[in-house]
């Protein structure tokens, strides 16, 4: 591990106390009295034991960031910090930085907390605060750090100053410490009958998954492990083969949702409900970028609902690079979902192909334009029998919590050359093939 | 530790501690009443059960007003520029100690208290506002730092809520303090107050003093304040009764002679302040005259000591005396000089031979008065020296004998040469730079325009004063022609007039005032024959000129209270006093006579007895040094210690240089002095080794022990509970260092519990021991039970437990 950079500067407070230094020089070489000439000399013991405070400050100190693997948008990032102080001396008003880029102010031009809209995943760098670190002593402290968007959150360095005594000198030791933060998309309350409707009832409750572990039907037989429940155990077989036998029952099948997001084109409509229009609460129309990572958080929220409903969930994207993933209910799974959608890419898209984007009937396709209402008994379907369409601009329609969306409009501004740039470009797969039922329009 | 708290706390202490020290260097008990309870009242208005503030354009509007008083008490009030700058940050401050602060308010309040602090010390000579000073000092370092912490919060705070989304601001930072915080900042403010107060004693040492300040140090010139009563330049016959005036110190003398320190309670001196020569008829007042006024002339202290040296060399004098004056606060241009105590002939007079000061580099001394006066005014506190010749024995005047003139006497009048008196009015006044051309109309000018009318002429009622003067000297068996310059028994005339009156009149502050359009003096000689010094000196002088013998009133103070403490004579206001000086003719000079009854004066003057009297004294002795050493230290204080601080290190230095190389001269030559065999050598070497085995094995002791009350994080604790403590949970940190061998760590953070708790549910067979023995430590640690025998085996078995099975992999 490389040796930490040391800087020292000029404090806030360090302007200040050189001015009134000055002053109480002045007025001392001008009135001549003695008090102010002892007045004086206290500042100047104080400028001095700041010098020497500055020169032994933050020696021995160890800073280490405690953080996790993923978090999700919106959502509060537990970032902490372990500072140990391996000098004799302790440490007072530890301020601890994340820092990107070159020099103090280097966040301003490079790492999530620069640039602005879409490009700007923190709103400035986490900063935390330790009052006192004993010599020998480690404690903990955290900064409040909430991702504005999805993606991966890189940090690079940990930049740890101390200003104390006086504020005058503030040294800073920079720490190069490089981590990495999978941010997954925004996530939102589902409503609760939207799920009920996308998941596919076919063969639900008759066929049977090809695989041990339930309770339904006979499955086979095996040798019995610790644990078992006796009352699965075939003694018949077990008394001719002299071995303990125990039963393999089948599960039944789970309901199942294939999620189609449809990011190839952003279709040229206005964004926001009617009624949202109505009463003012967006304007005339969001970006076509905001429209995709509304599809994106969509999408993660009905991973992350169906996931705790059991449902299999696999998931196909139309557009960006991504795996395709069959239909599969762990949390390996969900995770691995949410992490493609985190990583996605919406900058660069493949070229439309013609086999893949072929839909299903079970397919639940989201995409960035009006959607369809999903009819109240099962999957609802046009005369034709084609997939559910869900779209971005309903976006209330399907979650609960929709005032959050504003989060996600503020960290994704408007793009409206994107939007222009869409109107000319035709419709969806989805819309062309399916006509989308009850759309809101 | 609530942080937030303690530095509203201070913050509001720092505050009202200033604004009352700035009242009492004002000296302004008014304001102080008002100012105090206003702030003291903020704290329960802002931080208590309602805790209120007020709106920020209030704060606004008042500090507008402020600002328009400022200016108003400026213009119109003409009161002293710190002063009005004192009331108008005190203003502020007020204001905004009702109102909500932030880091930016709380940074502006400290500055404005900096700022009064700064102007107070302007105002303020007395120590207790120095004591005042050093407590303010204090909060302030306690303020400071905790402002450092709670400012690194906010700006911490600020930053995370900037960068959180519209409607997530963060909570505020936690106080993440670990254990022994406030033990260590306590440490850290005591430092940092010792450093800064040894570097602030260097600094006022060794900063260059010019002297010169265009500030009236000590005083805030307020206009409207009371005048002070005692010491004048003017004396004002009739008015009524006087009060006694204050007991407020004036200055301090402290006499040398020979370099040994004189004084005590029976020996009383006179402070010689103004001469005043000339009295105006109309308003019955003695002035200095235009003609003294004239003869001052301005030059260098230096040029006036090399004068005077040469002067004291051609007089062969005999010995010197030596005065140090301290002046507490003064706002005159009087330099103070000291005379003894006349007797029944009076005494001689002033005679200066060297004068030392550091805040003046100009004086001016006139020769017809041997007065000296300071160019400027001299004020607050200062301190000077001079020296005069030890008094002559008085001899007859005999004009038969040839005797020469004794030395070290103010000469007359007559005795003046022609260079040393001033140049007559008319060339006076032709003179361009005269400053006092609007004299020329002046009819009592023409009285006193030369050498043979200075200090002789009595205008009011003459006929009838000479009567009475001569009357009283005939009754003395001497007679005099009014006509006569000077005659051999002036002396005996000026003592006999003295004599008289010291007789025949009585003491009386209450000072009857005189009919209308009567002259007071007149009524004193006459009628009343009841009044208090000025009426005394006045009668004496008027009796002496109106048979034309030279007499003036000198004003300053009678010294007679003895600080046994500081070895120094304390002169209050109420010290004040007159006399006169008369001329009695060449070869004795001007002499001093008191014609005030002396027993009245001295029971006026008499300082109180009893136990607040001795603590008064001892008070006072303390401000004094505090004034001498702090108030008034100057430039030639400065030199001599730094001169001190020199020679006690180059001494030092030079000792230690000596007192090394002795023995290190000696220890060379041990062997040959000791005679010591190879066995006795052998013995020497193995026990000096022993003992330092032994010093180092203590040192290990320490240290080791020392590392294993932090490592058990029993740093917070009583020393001598950690000891105890360190002592019984050894076994623990035996088992850590084991499990550490082990690739076992436990983090500093994680508590014993729950690092037990991970390595059992990670392996619970093999770190089951870990389990007991963490029980053990919270059984010992935080339950006080004994480290019994009992306790003893089951640490060994599960140490020795633990040790097998950590080992075994397999398990």
Same mark, same amino acid.
């Given at each position: 591990?490389?040796?930490p950079?040391t800087?020292?500067r000029?404090?806030?407070?360090?302007?200040l106390y050189?001015?009134v230094?000055?002053v109480?020089?002045?007025?001392?070489?001008?009135t001549?009295?003695?008090?102010?000439f002892?007045?004086?000399g206290?500042m100047?013991?104080?400028?001095?034991?700041?010098?020497?405070a500055?020169?032994?400050?933050?020696?021995?100190?160890?800073?280490?960031?405690?953080?996790?693997?993923?978090?999700?948008?919106?959502?509060?990032?537990?970032l902490?910090?372990?500072?140990?102080?391996r000098?004799?001396?302790?440490?007072?008003?530890?301020?601890?930085?994340?820092?990107?880029?070159?020099?103090?102010n280097?966040?301003?031009?490079?790492g999530?907390?620069?640039?602005?809209g879409?490009?700007?995943?923190?709103?400035?760098?986490?900063?935390?605060?330790a009052?006192?670190?004993?010599?020998?002593?480690?404690?903990?402290?955290?900064?409040?750090?909430?991702?504005?968007?999805?993606?991966?959150?890189?940090?690079?360095?940990?930049?740890a100053?101390?200003?104390?005594p006086?504020?005058?000198?503030?040294?800073?030791?920079i720490?190069?410490q490089?981590?990495?933060?999978?941010v997954?998309?925004y996530?939102?309350?589902?409503? #609760? *009958?939207?799920?009920a409707? +996308?998941?596919?009832?076919?063969?639900e =409750?008759? /066929?049977? !998954?090809e %695989?041990?572990g339930?309770?339904?039907e006979?499955?086979?037989?095996?040798?019995?492990r610790?644990?078992?429940?006796?009352?699965?155990?075939?003694w018949?077989?077990?008394?001719?083969t002299?071995?303990l036998?125990?039963?393999?029952?089948?599960?039944p099948?789970?309901p199942?949702?294939?999620?189609?997001?449809?990011?190839?084109?952003?279709p040229?409509?206005?964004?926001?409900?009617? #009624? *949202?229009?109505?009463?003012? +609460?967006?304007?005339d129309?969001?970006? =076509?970028? /905001?429209l !995709?990572? %509304?599809?994106?958080?969509l999408?993660?929220s009905?991973?992350?609902d169906?996931?705790?409903?059991g449902f299999?969930?696999?998931?196909?994207?139309?557009?960006?690079?991504?795996?395709?993933?069959?239909?599969?209910?762990?949390?390996?799974h969900?995770t691995?979902?949410?992490?493609?959608?985190?990583e996605m890419?919406?900058?660069?898209?493949?070229?439309?192909?013609?086999?893949?984007?072929?839909?299903r009937r079970s397919?639940v396709?989201?995409?960035?334009?009006? =959607?369809?209402t999903p009819?109240?008994?099962?999957?609802?379907?046009?005369?034709?029998?084609?997939?559910?369409?869900?779209?971005?601009a309903?976006f209330?329609?399907?979650v609960?919590?929709?005032t959050?969306?504003?989060?996600?409009?503020?960290a994704?501004?408007r793009?409206i050359?994107?939007s222009?740039?869409s109107?000319?470009?035709?419709?969806p797969?989805?819309a062309?093939?399916?006509?989308?039922?009850?759309?809101?329009? | 530790?609530?942080?937030?708290?303690l530095f509203r706390r201070?913050?509001?202490?720092q505050?009202?501690l200033g604004i009352?020290?700035?009242c009492?260097?004002?000296?302004?008990?008014?304001?102080?009443l008002?100012?105090?309870?206003?702030?003291?009242m903020?704290?329960?208005?802002?931080?208590g059960?309602?805790?209120?503030?007020?709106?920020?354009?209030?704060?606004n509007?008042?500090?507008?007003?402020?600002v328009?008083?400022?200016?108003?008490?400026?213009?119109t009030?003409?009161s002293?520029?710190v002063?009005?700058?004192?009331?108008?940050?005190?203003?502020?401050?007020?204001m905004?100690l009702?109102?909500?602060?932030?880091?930016?308010?709380?940074?502006?309040l400290?500055?404005?208290?900096?700022?009064?602090?700064?102007?107070?010390?302007?105002?303020?000579?007395?120590?207790?506002?120095?004591?005042?000073?050093a407590?303010?000092?204090?909060?302030a370092?306690?303020?400071?730092?905790?402002?450092?912490m709670?400012?690194?919060?906010?700006?911490?705070?600020?930053?995370?809520i900037q960068?959180?989304?519209?409607?997530k601001?963060?909570?505020?930072p936690?106080v993440?303090?670990?254990p022994?915080?406030r033990?260590?900042?306590?440490?850290f403010?005591?430092?940092?107050?010792?450093?800064?107060?040894?570097i602030?004693?260097?600094?006022?040492v060794?900063?260059?003093?010019?002297g010169?300040?265009?500030?009236e140090?000590g005083?805030?010139?307020?206009s409207?304040?009371?005048?002070q009563?005692?010491f004048?330049?003017t004396?004002r016959l009739?008015?009524?009764?006087?009060?006694t005036?204050?007991?407020?110190?004036?200055?301090?003398?402290?006499?040398?002679?020979?370099?040994?320190?004189?004084?005590?309670?029976?020996d009383?001196?006179?402070?010689r302040?103004?001469?005043?020569?000339?009295?105006n008829v109309?308003?019955?007042?003695?002035?200095?005259?235009?003609?003294?006024?004239?003869?001052d002339r301005?030059?260098?202290?230096?040029?006036l000591?090399?004068?005077?040296?040469?002067?004291?060399?051609?007089?062969?004098?005999?010995g010197h005396?030596?005065?140090?004056?301290?002046l507490?606060?003064s706002?005159?241009r009087?330099?103070?000089?000291?005379?003894?105590i006349?007797t029944?002939?009076?005494s001689?007079?002033?005679?200066?031979?060297q004068?030392?000061?550091d805040?003046?580099t100009?004086?001016?001394?006139?020769?017809i008065?041997h007065?000296?006066r300071?160019?400027?005014?001299?004020?607050?506190?200062?301190?000077?020296?001079?020296?005069?010749?030890?008094?002559?024995?008085?001899?007859?005047?005999?004009p038969?004998a040839?005797?020469?003139?004794?030395?070290?006497?103010?000469?007359?009048?007559?005795?003046?040469s022609?260079?040393?008196?001033p140049?007559?009015?008319d060339?006076?006044?032709?003179?361009?730079?005269f400053p006092?051309?609007?004299?020329?109309?002046?009819p009592?000018?023409?009285?006193?325009a030369?050498?043979?009318?200075?200090?002789r002429?009595?205008e009011?009622e003459t006929?009838?004063?000479r009567?009475?003067?001569?009357?009283?000297?005939?009754?003395?068996?001497?007679?005099?022609d009014?006509k006569?310059?000077?005659?051999p028994?002036?002396?005996?005339?000026?003592?006999?007039?003295?004599?008289?009156?010291?007789?025949?009149?009585?003491?009386?502050?209450?000072?009857?005032p005189?009919?209308q359009?009567q002259d007071?003096?007149?009524a004193?000689?006459?009628?009343?024959?009841?009044?208090?010094?000025?009426?005394?000196?006045?009668?004496?002088?008027?009796?002496?000129?109106?048979?034309g013998i030279?007499a003036?009133?000198?004003t300053?103070f009678?010294?007679?209270?003895?600080?046994?403490?500081?070895g120094?004579?304390?002169?209050?206001q109420s010290?004040?006093?007159?006399?006169?000086e008369?001329?009695?003719?060449?070869g004795?000079?001007?002499?001093?006579f008191?014609?005030?009854?002396?027993?009245?004066?001295?029971a006026?003057?008499?300082?109180?007895?009893?136990?607040?009297?001795s603590?008064?004294?001892l008070?006072?002795?303390?401000?004094?040094?505090?004034?001498r050493?702090?108030?008034a230290?100057?430039?030639?204080?400065?030199e001599?210690?730094?001169?001190?601080?020199?020679d006690t290190?180059?001494s030092?230095?030079?000792?230690?240089?000596?007192?090394i190389?002795?023995?290190f001269?000696r220890?060379?030559?041990?062997?040959?002095e000791m005679?010591?065999s190879?066995?006795?050598?052998?013995v020497?070497?193995l026990s000096l080794?022993?003992?330092?085995?032994a010093?180092?094995?203590?040192?290990q002791?320490y240290?080791?022990?020392?590392?294993?009350?932090?490592?058990?994080?029993?740093?917070?604790l009583?020393?001598?509970?950690?000891?105890?403590l360190?002592?019984?949970?050894?076994?623990?940190?035996?088992?850590?260092?084991?499990l550490?061998r082990?690739?076992?760590?436990?983090?500093?953070?994680?508590?014993?519990?729950?690092?037990?708790?991970e390595?059992?549910e990670?392996?619970?067979?093999?770190f089951?021991?870990v389990?007991?023995?963490?029980?053990?430590?919270?059984?010992?640690?935080?339950?006080?039970?004994?480290?019994?025998?009992?306790?003893?085996?089951r640490?060994?078995?599960?140490?020795?437990?633990?040790?097998?099975?950590?080992?075994?992999?397999?398990?």
């Amino acid at each position: 591990m490389a040796s930490p950079q040391t800087r020292t500067r000029l404090g806030s407070g360090g302007v200040l106390y050189l001015l009134v230094s000055g002053v109480i020089l002045a007025s001392a070489i001008y009135t001549q009295a003695n008090l102010l000439f002892w007045g004086f000399g206290l500042m100047v013991g104080g400028l001095i034991v700041s010098i020497f405070a500055a020169a032994i400050s933050l020696r021995g100190l160890e800073v280490t960031r405690v953080v996790a693997e993923h978090c999700a948008a919106g959502e509060a990032l537990p970032l902490q910090y372990e500072i140990s102080n391996r000098s004799w001396l302790p440490m007072f008003a530890v301020v601890l930085r994340e820092g990107w880029g070159k020099g103090a102010n280097g966040w301003k031009t490079d790492g999530p907390a620069s640039g602005a809209g879409i490009d700007q995943m923190l709103g400035g760098p986490p900063h935390a605060w330790a009052l006192h670190v004993g010599a020998g002593q480690t404690t903990q402290t955290q900064a409040p750090c909430r991702p504005r968007r999805r993606g991966k959150l890189k940090f690079e360095r940990i930049e740890a100053s101390s200003s104390f005594p006086f504020s005058v000198l503030r040294k800073t030791i920079i720490f190069d410490q490089p981590d990495e933060v999978l941010v997954f998309p925004y996530l939102y309350r589902v409503r #609760r *009958q939207l799920l009920a409707h +996308l998941g596919t009832t076919e063969g639900e =409750g008759k /066929q049977v !998954e090809e %695989r041990p572990g339930g309770t339904d039907e006979f499955f086979g037989l095996r040798e019995y492990r610790p644990g078992d429940s006796p009352r699965m155990i075939d003694w018949k077989r077990t008394a001719r083969t002299g071995e303990l036998v125990a039963r393999e029952m089948t599960m039944p099948r789970p309901p199942s949702m294939s999620l189609v997001l449809d990011l190839r084109e952003t279709p040229p409509m206005s964004v926001g409900s009617t #009624r *949202q229009a109505k009463q003012g +609460l967006v304007e005339d129309a969001a970006s =076509g970028r /905001q429209l !995709e990572e %509304r599809v994106v958080s969509l999408a993660a929220s009905l991973i992350c609902d169906a996931y705790l409903r059991g449902f299999r969930v696999g998931m196909r994207v139309l557009g960006p690079q991504c795996p395709n993933f069959a239909p599969r209910h762990s949390l390996l799974h969900r995770t691995q979902l949410l992490e493609a959608l985190a990583e996605m890419d919406l900058n660069h898209k493949a070229p439309s192909s013609g086999g893949g984007d072929n839909l299903r009937r079970s397919d639940v396709v989201i995409w960035a334009g009006r =959607g369809s209402t999903p009819a109240s008994s099962g999957r609802g379907r046009s005369a034709g029998g084609g997939p559910i369409v869900l779209g971005a601009a309903d976006f209330d329609r399907y979650v609960t919590n929709v005032t959050d969306l504003a989060d996600l409009d503020q960290a994704t501004p408007r793009n409206i050359s994107m939007s222009k740039r869409s109107e000319q470009t035709p419709q969806p797969v989805a819309a062309a093939n399916e006509a989308p039922q009850g759309g809101a329009g | 530790m609530n942080t937030m708290l303690l530095f509203r706390r201070l913050v509001f202490a720092q505050v009202l501690l200033g604004i009352v020290a700035s009242c009492m260097a004002e000296r302004n008990p008014g304001l102080l009443l008002i100012a105090g309870a206003i702030g003291a009242m903020s704290w329960y208005v802002t931080e208590g059960p309602q805790g209120k503030t007020i709106p920020r354009w209030l704060v606004n509007v008042g500090a507008l007003l402020a600002v328009a008083w400022l200016v108003v008490e400026l213009l119109t009030q003409r009161s002293y520029v710190v002063a009005a700058m004192g009331h108008f940050t005190m203003a502020l401050q007020l204001m905004m100690l009702y109102a909500r602060k932030t880091d930016r308010e709380y940074s502006q309040l400290l500055v404005l208290s900096l700022l009064q602090m700064i102007g107070a010390s302007v105002l303020s000579v007395s120590m207790i506002y120095g004591i005042f000073l050093a407590i303010y000092c204090m909060i302030a370092l306690a303020t400071v730092l905790m402002f450092h912490m709670t400012s690194a919060a906010d700006h911490v705070h600020q930053a995370n809520i900037q960068a959180a989304p519209e409607g997530k601001a963060p909570a505020r930072p936690s106080v993440w303090a670990g254990p022994g915080a406030r033990r260590h900042l306590r440490y850290f403010a005591m430092v940092i107050g010792l450093v800064c107060g040894l570097i602030a004693s260097a600094v006022f040492v060794t900063m260059p003093r010019t002297g010169k300040s265009p500030i009236e140090l000590g005083s805030n010139q307020n206009s409207r304040a009371p005048r002070q009563t005692g010491f004048s330049n003017t004396i004002r016959l009739g008015g009524g009764p006087i009060g006694t005036g204050s007991r407020e110190p004036m200055l301090n003398l402290k006499l040398e002679t020979y370099g040994q320190n004189i004084g005590w309670e029976d020996d009383p001196w006179l402070v010689r302040g103004a001469a005043l020569d000339s009295y105006n008829v109309d308003n019955h007042t003695w002035y200095r005259s235009h003609f003294s006024i004239a003869s001052d002339r301005v030059t260098k202290i230096s040029t006036l000591n090399k004068q005077a040296e040469e002067a004291s060399e051609a007089l062969d004098l005999a010995g010197h005396y030596t005065a140090e004056i301290a002046l507490r606060d003064s706002r005159q241009r009087a330099i103070f000089s000291v005379v003894p105590i006349p007797t029944r002939r009076g005494s001689q007079g002033f005679f200066l031979t060297q004068f030392e000061s550091d805040s003046l580099t100009d004086v001016a001394f006139s020769p017809i008065d041997h007065q000296l006066r300071a160019t400027e005014s001299i004020v607050g506190a200062t301190s000077y020296r001079l020296s005069w010749p030890s008094p002559q024995r008085w001899r007859a005047y005999d004009p038969d004998a040839d005797e020469p003139r004794k030395p070290g006497v103010p000469p007359s009048i007559d005795e003046l040469s022609e260079d040393q008196l001033p140049p007559s009015l008319d060339e006076m006044f032709g003179t361009s730079g005269f400053p006092y051309q609007g004299l020329r109309s002046s009819p009592a000018n023409n009285a006193v325009a030369n050498k043979d009318n200075y200090a002789r002429t009595w205008e009011v009622e003459t006929e009838r004063v000479r009567a009475l003067a001569l009357r009283i000297i005939r009754e003395a068996g001497l007679d005099r022609d009014p006509k006569a310059r000077h005659t051999p028994d002036d002396i005996m005339i000026a003592s006999a007039l003295a004599e008289y009156l010291r007789a025949r009149y009585s003491y009386d502050l209450a000072n009857p005032p005189a009919r209308q359009g009567q002259d007071p003096l007149i009524a004193f000689l006459f009628e009343s024959r009841r009044g208090h010094c000025e009426l005394f000196a006045s009668g004496l002088a008027a009796m002496c000129r109106s048979i034309g013998i030279p007499a003036r009133v000198i004003t300053g103070f009678r010294a007679s209270e003895f600080n046994t403490l500081g070895g120094y004579y304390v002169v209050r206001q109420s010290n004040a006093h007159a006399w006169t000086e008369i001329d009695c003719g060449p070869g004795i000079g001007w002499r001093t006579f008191d014609s005030t009854p002396p027993e009245r004066v001295e029971a006026e003057h008499s300082s109180p007895d009893g136990f607040f009297a001795s603590v008064r004294e001892l008070y006072e002795h303390i401000e004094f040094a505090w004034i001498r050493s702090v108030v008034a230290f100057d430039k030639q204080t400065q030199e001599t210690v730094i001169h001190e601080v020199a020679d006690t290190v180059r001494s030092s230095s030079q000792e230690s240089m000596a007192a090394i190389k002795g023995l290190f001269d000696r220890m060379k030559d041990l062997h040959k002095e000791m005679r010591l065999s190879f066995l006795e050598i052998f013995v020497t070497g193995l026990s000096l080794l022993g003992l330092l085995i032994a010093v180092g094995i203590l040192i290990q002791i320490y240290f080791v022990r020392r590392r294993r009350i932090a490592r058990l994080q029993l740093t917070t604790l009583p020393p001598a509970q950690r000891r105890g403590l360190s002592r019984r949970l050894r076994f623990y940190l035996i088992m850590l260092d084991m499990l550490e061998r082990n690739g076992f760590h436990r983090p500093d953070w994680q508590s014993p519990a729950n690092f037990a708790q991970e390595l059992a549910e990670a392996n619970p067979m093999r770190f089951d021991p870990v389990v007991a023995l963490t029980d053990l430590f919270y059984e010992i640690r935080f339950g006080h039970r004994p480290l019994d025998a009992d306790r003893k085996r089951r640490i060994r078995a599960h140490l020795k437990q633990l040790e097998h099975s950590i080992s075994d992999t397999s398990v």
